[in-house]
């Protein structure tokens, strides 16, 4: 993947690898360039990806 967003830090590799998959899986091909936003809402992912997390346990 040519000029995907990467990390700043040593702990969010996992959430980077879930959100590349997600783009993937939803095939949203846009221009990984314009995808620089990605750390600073790392927050909003985490808590993103963990409520879906507990809601999917719920069931």
Do not use: H
């Not at 996992?14 to 990984?32: A, L, P």
Request: with cysteine.
């Amino acid at each position: 993947m040519k000029k995907a967003p990467t990390q700043t830090n040593n702990t969010d590799c996992g959430m980077f690898v879930c959100k590349y998959m997600e783009n993937i899986v939803r095939q949203n091909n846009s221009n990984w360039q314009e995808r620089t936003d990605w750390q600073e809402k790392m927050p909003k992912y985490r808590a993103e990806f963990a409520y879906g997390l507990f809601c999917a346990s719920m069931k």
